[in-house]
């Protein structure tokens, strides 16, 4: 038997790209590839998965749901709007600022030397609201990218934010919109330490330690 059969896993993915004019935004780095090779893990596992992507260039995993948001505000919207679900696993680079009033029309250079201001306001933490919410999912699982520390950051994380499992990606090396990730996967009392593999294997990995907490 297929070991997510009948869970649905949500799943956030990719950057997300906040307005200044319609035709200028400011956004996080991010590929959505590790998000995607867990929706795609997750579908091959049996689960409904809704994906709930900012944008990126990548095909949709066979069996899932995508559901395509530009910012933040849209991507908590859309989380919203897609619960209940027994997982959530927020993979999402967020971006942590919005510009706090984005212009309807394109702004226009103004000749002399004199450049617009760009006041920023704070986006929602989608995770930490989810996991403190009324209708948080069993599992909730988020990610982290560090540089230093990256253990004892994730586990300060975790807890701050209120998830079960805080996935840490070491980004010292050249993880970003490469094709293998170094990880390890911090819960309450453990610490999983996974060694270099292809981001397509940590998703596997991940889903079969989601199925195993899920039939506990
Ligand atoms: O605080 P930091 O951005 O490092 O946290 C990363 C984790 O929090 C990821 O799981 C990310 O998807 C989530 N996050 C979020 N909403 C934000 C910022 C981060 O869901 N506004």
Redesign the pocket.
């Known amino acids: 038997p297929l070991p997510l059969f009948g869970k649905h896993v949500l799943i ?1 993915a990719g950057p ?1 790209h906040e307005p200044i004019d319609p035709v200028r935004y400011i956004a996080n780095r991010s590929s959505g590839k590790q998000g995607f090779a867990i929706a795609a893990a997750a579908a091959q596992a049996g689960a409904r998965v809704t994906l709930i992507a900012g944008p990126v260039h990548l095909p949709t995993p066979p069996g899932v749901e995508r559901i395509d948001v530009e910012s ?1 505000l849209e ?2 919207a859309a ?1 919203d709007g897609a619960l209940p679900a027994d997982v959530a ?8 600022w919005r510009v706090a009033r984005s212009a309807d029309q394109k702004l226009k250079k103004q000749g002399d030397d004199t450049v617009p201001p760009l006041e920023l306001t704070e ?8 996991a403190h919410g009324l209708r948080r999912p069993p599992l909730v ?6 540089t230093q520390d990256v253990i004892r950051y994730a586990q300060a ?1 975790r807890i701050r ?1 209120g ?1 079960d499992w ?2 840490a990606n070491d980004v010292s090396g050249d993880v970003m919109g490469g094709d293998a990730n170094t990880v390890h996967i911090v819960t309450a009392d453990d610490v999983i330490s996974l060694p270099e593999m292809p981001k397509g294997d940590v998703a596997r990995v991940l889903v079969e330690r989601i199925a195993d907490a899920l039939a506990e």
């Not at 696993?89 to 942590?96: N, S």
């Not at 986006?123 to 989810?130: H, S």
């Not at 699982?141 to 560090?146: D, L, N, P, T």
């Open positions: 956030t997300t933040a991507m908590a989380v696993v927020m993979v999402a680079a967020v971006a942590d986006n929602p933490d989608i995770l930490a609201g989810l699982v988020g990610f982290a990218a560090e994380k934010k998830a805080i996935v």
